[in-house]
Nanobody
Framework: QVQLVESGGGLVQAGDSLRLSCVSS????????MGWFREAPGKEREFVAY????????YYSDSVKGRFTITRDDARSTVYLQMNNLKPEDTAVYYC????????????????WGHGTRVTVSS
């Protein structure tokens, strides 16, 4: 069973950048598509970004497109989320997850989740 551990969150100001990391242990991610979700206080978990196991196929939510970039290093079993030009509305706990089956933007399509890393963006 894959175990996912996120890191890289923190408190930043609007306009700053952060890079989140998600390390997989227990199973290599080479043929596993991966996603990032976030959950803001009082809101439901929402899709952020997705990277298909075939390199180069990535998808983003409209709210982060052009600012966030998902990449993967299969040799290190690590997925990254580079977040630029952060906004206060990006404040949330960010989770990475391994895709199992179904629509990539649905959280129910993922079978393993990390515990999350908190990102707080001040105005």
């Amino acid at each position: 069973q894959v175990q996912l551990v996120e890191s890289g969150g923190g408190l930043v100001q609007a306009g700053d950048s952060l890079r989140l990391s998600c390390v997989s242990s227990g199973r290599a991610i080479g043929y596993t598509s991966m996603g990032w979700f976030r959950e803001a206080p009082g809101k439901e978990r929402e899709f952020v970004a997705y990277a298909h196991w075939m390199q180069g196929r990535t998808y983003y939510s409209d709210s982060v497109k052009g600012r966030f970039t998902i990449t993967r290093d299969d040799a290190r079993s690590t997925v990254y989320l580079q977040m630029n030009n952060l906004k206060p509305e990006d404040t949330a706990v960010y989770y990475c997850a391994s895709h199992h089956y179904g629509t990539y933007s649905y959280s129910s399509s993922y079978d393993s989740w990390g515990h999350g890393t908190r990102v707080t963006v001040s105005s």
